[in-house]
């Protein structure tokens, strides 16, 4: 069913470039079909596609990025290092020790910082041409994301408190009247196990998903009305492309501060139990 839908996005994509207004032809509206891409190749079964290719590319432009920034430092940085040390000192300052505190958090900036730059790039991606689709608009790769980071602070919960003081860590909270913890005490462990990297995966995956479907209409719009008077308004189209492309890259690099501040969040709250 994929490869057929797959398919019928690629046909659709033929619809969009000849379908004009005043044509005969309705609106090409952008739907799931434009998530959905042919496997580039495959290999006993295995499937290799454009996200596939992207989320590749982006871990290649990180570790490419900060290899040639760090490999040979100097006390006076040249422009790419020096680029890249505000880049590390602001997830670092900003975000970690903010969070989690200079001290314990310290040991975590790597991982925060490697996917704070990981998630930009994927959904950079997204305005890129040629490339022009943001990677974690596919729920997998947010969800692969926000499974790293459960593991990872679920690990730190019970190698710091034990198992017992673990489960109390995800369920306890101190200081209530008794009569309300038979009520808090199953909300809290399905909140953690269970509601914050669904929600955690989510956010990241709505808004990318919803960003580049908004591209998409206006984009589409913009050459659908290129015809007759429609010209007016296929730019007034435009100027919403270019628009929404600014808006865009504003919330491709919030939505990865926003993922690594949340994982910050959790690792603090295994780190520094109430009780």
Not at 208 to 214: D, V
């Amino acid at each position: 069913m994929p490869k057929e839908l797959a398919v019928s996005a690629d046909q659709m994509l033929a619809f969009e470039t000849d379908c004009h207004i005043f044509d005969g032809c309705g609106f090409p509206s952008p739907g799931l079909s434009s998530f959905l891409f042919k496997p580039m190749f495959e290999v006993g079964g295995f499937e290799f596609n454009k996200p596939m290719l992207l989320a590749l590319l982006s871990t290649l432009v990180v570790c490419g990025f900060f290899w040639a920034a760090f490999a040979k430092p100097k006390v006076v940085p040249g422009k790419l290092q020096m680029v890249g040390e505000a880049g590390y000192d602001f997830v670092r300052r900003g975000i970690v020790y903010e969070t989690i505190g200079k001290k314990e958090g310290e040991k975590y900036v790597p991982f925060i910082v490697s996917m704070f730059f990981f998630i930009w790039i994927m959904n950079i991606w997204s305005v890129v041409p040629l490339a022009q689709f943001p990677v974690p608009s596919l729920i997998a790769f947010p969800a692969g994301l926000a499974g790293v980071v459960w593991l990872t602070w679920m690990s730190i919960n019970f190698k710091r408190h034990g198992f017992v003081g673990g489960i109390k860590n995800l369920c306890y909270m101190p200081g209530l009247p008794k009569a309300i913890y038979p009520l808090l005490i199953p909300i809290e462990f399905l909140s953690n196990v269970l509601v914050r990297p669904f929600t955690h995966a989510v956010r990241l995956f709505a808004n990318m998903f919803a960003g580049h479907l908004l591209l998409l209409i206006f984009t589409i719009a913009s050459w659908y009305l290129l015809n007759g008077i429609g010209i007016a308004y296929a730019g007034v189209s435009f100027v919403m492309v270019v628009v929404m492309t600014m808006f865009e890259l504003f919330i491709q690099a919030l939505q990865a501060y926003v993922f690594v501040l949340l994982a910050c969040t959790y690792i603090e709250g295994a780190l520094h139990a109430d009780h």
